[in-house]
């Protein structure tokens, strides 16, 4: 039943995806009507408004701080400065420890490369096998799977501090890793699930009758033929467990936090007077990542965030 | 051919094998992990889980303490404010992007870009804007309106607007992709059949277009509210749920109970009424759904 509105969720990113490509309203008449100017004028409008944070967020990173404290936050900085740049990577300060957000960087990334390999390995395998080689009781667990995405964080963080703590891996990045692969699990299975079903039959079944297994499939057939969809997760995978927070918090130890951790702890912290220009550009540098995988990926980010937006 | 198996529990093992992430996951950690909480929100745990049931204790404590009403409050306010503007907003900003218009790539590029950034960025930036002094309230008063006043994120009558502002702004592109989507569903000949009859264009989406799109506004219902009860970040990164408790959320108080609070037992009452309130939005919806599509065959 939770399947429905995922389903949908991933036709709807499909379509997304595919019919973004042709627009269907009324054709506008003049290019000066005052229909056009209307239209245009609040489309620009509203995109500055979108565009707003962003712009602020850069020229605060590149003001110093007297010119903060005199200034406003929408003018250009009369002097380009590089160091709050400097300081927030190398050596802003989170309670004692003084070597800037680098160490949350290099831990988000040991944390978010084998979550998302991991991740996507399981899934993929997994969907392939609810997909082609059903077996009895497949289907409760994958509706209990599904069901399980809707169902707070909150609600099962406990009972895994519990498990990771019997297995030994409480507050490790190893820990967290499988955390992540855990919560990836429903939307990709599905993701993975639904692409496959839609390999034609023939296929499978010529390669059954040549003799192939269920690894000789995967790896020679459905791998080759699915490169897109793997993308998709990619994407979906790095920006969501990047953007991660509460995970974060609750299993990694200070010295093994990831970077949006960090980035709260600098910015939020109480001793010490509030410099502006080196919270915004630790803010910035934590939004590099998901920013360049955004504008890079373009279509192919709407299908994957719209198909994993149930995750939360 | 296979060779024959003694035991039906090895046919098709591969796939089973393959399956084990699964089963496990959905058994141990959601339906485990799940029921696990619901019994330990009976107990009086506290620093360490403990099972001396109390009945409902906890969830008589948890109605009474301030934190918790104001979170409920603040839940709902953020809950109407996000559900209400992010449909109508996304609607809107689809419906202008539909009008084949040049640059609609870019258009789409900016209303959607603050969905890729996590909500501690999202929370951090809004928290600098909103900032009395720098941010738009000193702007303006700088412009020479002396007594022009917009400070929600120090005010706690209005501190809740100041964090649903941040939220739109990071999630209403997702809502516009999904309308725009949904708009390229409908039937050029509809919109032809609408013009030659004479119909406004206003009220063709509002009688004929809207309606027709209801499973993609079902769709968006569904993504949006489940994320309501999950908001968390945004307000740890904008607010700490400041000034003083004047915008906690569940969310919070579920992981300040648990971690720093020591207070087990409310922790899990309080993440048990975030599992219900997610089953009430749910399960009327799937059984209008799952129910609908049973009659139909």
């Not at chain 1, 030994?168 to 190893?174: D, E, R």
């Not at chain 1, 699915?226 to 953007?243: D, E, K, R, Y």
Request: hydrophobic share 50%.
């Amino acid at each position: 039943m939770a399947s429905i509105v995922t389903l949908n969720t991933v036709g709807v990113a499909d379509r997304a995806s595919e019919d973004l490509v042709g627009p269907r309203g009324a054709r506008p008449a003049r290019a000066f009507s005052r229909r056009n100017i209307f239209l245009y004028g609040t489309l620009f409008v509203v995109a500055l408004y979108y565009l707003l944070p962003l712009y602020v967020m850069v020229v605060t990173s590149l003001k110093g701080m007297p010119e903060i404290r005199v200034g406003n936050i929408f003018s250009p900085p009369l002097e380009i400065t590089f160091e709050p740049w400097v300081k927030a990577w190398a050596t802003a300060c989170t309670g004692l420890n003084c070597d800037g957000l680098s160490r949350g960087f290099w831990n988000s990334v040991r944390i978010t490369i084998p979550s998302v390999v991991l991740s996507i390995a399981i899934a993929s395998v997994n969907g392939y096998a609810l997909a082609n080689w059903r077996f009895k009781g497949a289907n409760v667990f994958f509706t209990i799977l599904i069901i399980g995405a809707f169902i707070p964080y909150q609600v099962m963080l406990y009972p895994i501090v519990i498990i990771l703590r019997e297995i030994g891996l409480y507050g490790s990045l190893t820990g967290l890793v499988l955390v992540h692969s855990v919560f990836g699990m429903p939307i990709l299975t599905l993701l993975f699930r639904n692409y496959f079903s839609s390999v034609p039959e023939e296929l499978f079944k010529a390669a059954r009758v040549d003799g192939a297994g269920f690894w000789g499939i995967y790896f020679k057939i459905m791998l080759p033929m699915s490169l897109p969809i793997f993308v998709v997760a990619l994407i979906l995978q790095v920006t969501g467990i990047w953007n991660d927070f509460l995970f974060g918090v609750v299993y990694t130890r200070p010295e093994t936090y990831p970077m949006t951790v960090q980035l709260n702890n600098i910015v939020n912290s109480v001793q010490g007077v509030k410099e502006y220009n080196v919270n915004m550009a630790a803010t910035l540098l934590t939004g590099l990542v998901p920013l360049i995988v955004y504008f890079a990926s373009g279509k192919l980010f709407v299908r994957g965030i719209a198909a994993g937006a149930v995750k939360g | 051919m296979p060779q024959q198996r003694p035991n039906r529990l090895f046919r098709n093992l591969h796939a089973k094998i393959a399956a084990i992430p699964m089963i496990l996951t959905a058994v141990v950690v959601f339906a485990g992990g799940s029921i696990w909480t619901v019994i330990y929100s009976f107990t009086s745990s506290g620093l360490l889980p403990r099972l001396n049931f109390v009945g409902l204790a906890q969830y008589e404590r948890l109605w009474w303490t301030p934190r918790w009403l104001v979170s409920i409050e603040n839940l709902f306010i953020y809950g109407l404010g996000m559900l209400v503007f992010s449909l109508v907003i996304g609607f809107l900003l689809a419906a202008l992007l539909d009008q084949k218009i040049r640059f609609e790539n870019t258009f789409r590029t900016i209303f959607l870009y603050p969905f890729a950034l996590s909500f501690i960025v999202t929370g951090l930036v809004w928290q600098w804007i909103l900032n009395p002094d720098f941010g738009v309230q000193g702007i303006v008063r700088g412009l020479g309106w002396e007594s022009f006043s917009f400070n929600p994120l120090y005010n706690p009558d209005i501190v809740i607007y100041g964090i649903l502002i941040a939220a739109l702004w990071q999630s209403t592109g997702l809502v516009m992709c999904l309308m725009l989507a949904g708009l390229r569903g409908i039937d050029e000949e509809i919109w032809k059949a609408a013009r030659v009859d004479g119909i406004p264009a206003w009220k063709t989406y509002l009688f004929i277009v809207i309606p027709m799109m209801r499973p993609v506004f079902i769709t968006a219902l569904v993504i949006i509210a489940t994320g309501i009860v999950k908001v968390y970040d945004l307000v740890v990164a904008q607010t700490s749920g400041g000034p003083g408790i004047s915008s906690e959320v569940p969310a919070k108080y579920v992981y300040d109970m648990m971690f720093s609070s020591q207070n087990l037992g409310q922790g899990f009452a309080a993440s048990t009424m975030m599992l219900v309130s997610v089953l009430i939005v749910i399960i009327p919806w799937a059984y209008l759904e799952f129910g609908g599509r049973m009659r139909r065959g």
